[in-house]
């Protein structure tokens, strides 16, 4: 390290640290935050001014005196990808340090085989770095669908991409672009967007649960404050949890319940007609027998699963995320009254609100993180 000592290099990113969570904050702000003098705050901001890592974003409103000059992360460089890969298709967003997005891009898949899902992904991102080659972009961070081992960059298995199997994502970007990657899995990300901009960012929870119902289940994990992340970074798969069914059908796992094209088969079961989920939702709010039952049993299947899930990782908060959250209201409270029968604490319940492209920034995020901590600064 040239120049500068550990401790100034710990200061620096502190700081850089403090901007990032709070930003835009003025120098005495953060004087008081860090506990750091007025005279290495203002050598600490020139530096990350002269670096890119900080902007000025203008003056803050006061009463009386001189307006002090507020600093926040530079939204204009130092950017990076992050992608939200699954088998319907890809989604692409370019985040500064962060996890403002700058620019989206989007890409579905004409076939659900490796060859195009890859074709995809390479043209996704060579597209954003062409369109900001005057930009730095440090990472390419992937919130993965599946079965992932994240130490090795690899995604294990995807269920509906026909010949995935151990695909070296990370290795194959790096050596394309010239660019670190890190691939992490998608829920892992969702909860890492909450924890920043979504449930969490004004209430936090040391433990929580997240639940992702649309491209398949998947299920992440916060206990005592930190993301739970497994032997070799492969967590539960709540998906494949055993629950039992109504009218002594025996039992199913969780994903062969909550999906459309389940709720599709379980009401022509019933019915013999044959409809899409959204007409089949329509005709649960008019109160259709079969229609509302449908909705009830996968709301007692659900709430199974979670039981056993509270029962392992007694969460303060579960949130759950993805386009099948938009049913909620019809098996929702089905869900709770099973809870409420099987467990003796059970934890609030939330619809994420956040868009969807959360999977994406949360990659992006993880990644910032790792940014900031490899940073070496040279006066």
Same mark, same amino acid.
């Given at each position: ?30 004087? #008081? ?17 002269? /670096? ?7 003056? +803050? ?29 890809? *989604?692409?967003? *370019? ?8 620019? %989206?891009?989007?890409?579905? %898949? ?10 995809? *992904?390479?043209?996704?991102? /060579? ?15 992937? =919130?993965?669908?599946?079965?992932? !081992? ?12 026909? !010949? ?7 290795? $194959? ?11 992490? %899995? ?27 119902? !649309? %491209? ?17 970074? $492969?967590?539960? /798969?709540?998906?494949?949890?055993? &629950?039992?069914?109504?009218? /002594? ?15 599709? +088969? ?12 959204? $007409?089949?939702?329509? #005709? ?7 229609? &509302? ?30 386009? @099948? ?7 929702? =409270?089905?869900?709770?009254? &099973? ?6 604490? &059970?934890?609030?319940? @939330? ?8 999977? =994406? ?5 993880? #990644? ?12």
């Amino acid at each position: 390290m040239k120049g500068n000592t550990q401790l100034r290099q710990e200061n620096i990113k502190r700081v850089l640290s403090e901007i990032r969570k709070n930003g835009p904050i003025s120098k005495r702000e953060l004087q #008081a935050a860090t506990g750091f003098s007025w005279g290495n705050i203002s050598s600490v901001t020139t530096l990350l001014m002269n /670096e890119n890592y900080i902007m000025a974003s203008g003056k +803050q409103e006061t009463y009386v005196g001189r307006k002090p000059e507020e600093f926040d992360i530079n939204i204009n460089d130092n950017y990076i990808i992050g992608i939200d890969f699954n088998s319907e298709g890809i *989604l692409l967003v *370019l985040c500064d340090l962060r996890g403002r997005t700058v620019k %989206h891009y989007q890409l579905k %898949h004409d076939k659900k085989t490796k060859v195009c899902a890859l074709e995809n *992904l390479f043209l996704l991102v /060579e597209k954003s770095i062409k369109d900001n080659t005057l930009k730095k972009i440090s990472h390419i961070a992937i =919130a993965m669908q599946g079965e992932v !081992d994240t130490q090795n960059g690899v995604s294990v298995k995807i269920a509906d991409i026909s !010949d995935w199997k151990n695909v070296p994502i990370c290795e $194959k970007l790096k050596n394309r672009f010239g660019i670190e990657c890190i691939m992490l %899995h998608d829920p892992d990300c969702l909860l890492y967007t909450e924890n920043y901009f979504g449930v969490f960012s004004e209430n936090p929870a040391e433990n929580s649960l997240l639940l992702r119902i !649309d %491209h398949g289940i998947g299920i992440a994990t916060m206990l005592n404050g930190k993301m739970y992340m497994g032997n070799k970074s $492969k967590t539960c /798969e709540i998906g494949t949890t055993a &629950v039992p069914q109504c009218d /002594e059908q025996g039992w199913k796992m969780l994903k062969d319940i909550i999906s459309e094209a389940a709720v599709k +088969q379980e009401f022509f079961r019933l019915t013999g007609e044959e409809k899409d989920c959204d $007409k089949i939702a329509e #005709a649960a709010l008019k109160g259709n027998t079969a229609a &509302v039952e449908v909705f009830k049993r996968l709301g007692n299947a659900l709430g199974f699963a979670l039981n056993n899930a509270i029962g392992l990782l007694n969460p303060e908060k579960i949130i759950l995320f993805g386009e @099948f959250t938009r049913y909620a209201p019809l098996f929702i =409270a089905e869900t709770t009254a &099973v809870l409420s029968r099987l467990c003796n604490d &059970v934890p609030e319940i @939330f619809i994420s609100q956040l868009d969807n492209d959360a999977a =994406a920034v949360g990659a992006a995020l993880f #990644a910032a993180d790792r940014v900031i901590e490899g940073l070496e600064f040279v006066d």
